[in-house]
C-alpha cells in the first residue's frame, strides 16, 4: 500500500502572507517540512499542494514534488483533496507546512494507526506544555474519550470545570499530522462548505464530525510548534537551532 505525504502551502495565508517561502536558519520553512517528511515516507512520496507558482517553483527546484490547486479551497484539506485527485496512493498523509520541527517518527506513527484502522480519520496529539498557554486561540485544545477517538476541539481551553479542584492538570492539543484515504478527503471536500462548528472554531476537522467519520488520536511527541504569526520565527529557529537542525 502506497503511503504519501501531502503538504497544504498557501501563499495568500490571511494572518501570514507568504508563509511558506519564510526563512528558517536559511531555508524556505515549506523546504524543512518537505525534507523532514521525505524521512517519513522517501522523497518521491511527498507532495506540496499549492496556489502559488513561486511556492512550486521553490519545491521543484528543490526536487520535490509540487501540485497546483486553485485559489478558492475553502481550507488546507480541501486543498489536499483537489491534489489527491491526481495522486494515487492508499494512505494521504496531511503534513501542515507551518510545522518545521515535525517529526519523522510521528509521521509513521500516525500512518502506522492509519493503516491498521482504514475506516477511521487519524490525527495527532500532545500536551500543552508547561511554556505554552491553553487559552492561546492559536492552540486547539483536544477533548477526547478516555480510549482517544475526538469528542470535540477547541480554541477555547477545555475541559472547563465547576469546581477549581477539578481544573484538568493538563490539556491536550490538536498536532497537525492526519491520515485520510482519498474517499474520505472527496467527501470533506464534496460537503461543500465549512460546517457550523468548523466555521466558529476555524477547525476543519470538526468537519468529519459532522460526516460522522470517527477520528482516532495518536499521541505524539511534545515540543510540535507551528509559525502561525511573524512573532513565532524566533521562537521556532531557537527550538530549531537546540535540536540539532539547521
Not at 490525527?123 to 511554556?131: P, R, Y
Not at 475526538?150 to 491520515?179: E, T, W
Request: net charge negative; charged share 25%; glycine share 4%.
Amino acid at each position: 500500500m502506497r503511503s504519501v505525504v501531502l503538504i497544504p502551502a498557501r501563499y495568500r495565508s490571511s494572518r501570514y502572507p507568504g508563509k511558506p517561502l519564510v526563512n528558517l536558519l536559511g531555508k524556505p520553512m515549506v523546504l524543512w517540512v518537505a525534507e523532514l517528511s521525505a524521512q517519513a515516507v522517501g522523497k518521491e512520496n511527498v507532495y506540496v499542494a499549492t496556489e502559488s507558482q513561486s511556492i512550486v517553483d521553490v519545491v521543484e527546484s528543490a526536487g520535490f514534488n509540487a501540485v497546483m490547486t486553485t485559489d478558492d479551497a475553502l481550507t488546507g484539506t480541501d486543498r489536499l483533496a483537489q491534489a489527491a485527485e491526481t495522486i494515487n496512493a492508499d494512505v494521504y498523509i496531511n503534513v501542515q507546512g507551518d510545522e518545521p520541527l515535525v517529526d519523522p517518527a510521528d509521521i509513521l506513527k500516525v500512518r502506522n494507526a492509519k493503516l491498521e484502522n482504514m475506516d477511521d480519520v487519524i490525527n495527532g496529539f500532545s500536551w500543552v506544555s508547561e511554556d505554552e498557554d491553553p487559552h492561546n486561540v492559536n492552540i486547539p485544545k483536544v477533548i477526547s474519550t478516555e480510549d482517544n477517538k475526538l469528542i470535540y476541539m477547541s480554541r477555547v481551553a477545555l475541559p472547563g470545570f465547576k469546581d477549581p479542584n477539578h481544573a484538568p492538570k493538563q490539556y491536550k492539543k490538536q498536532v497537525c499530522i492526519y491520515a485520510f484515504t482519498r474517499e474520505e478527503l472527496t467527501a470533506f471536500r464534496t460537503f461543500g462548505r465549512k460546517s457550523a462548528l468548523e466555521f466558529n472554531e476555524d477547525i476543519e476537522i470538526l468537519r468529519f464530525l459532522e460526516m460522522n467519520k470517527t477520528i482516532r488520536l495518536v499521541e505524539t511527541k511534545p515540543g510540535s510548534l507551528a509559525v502561525d504569526v511573524p512573532e513565532d520565527v524566533a521562537k521556532v529557529e531557537s527550538t530549531m537551532r537546540k535540536v540539532g537542525l539547521g
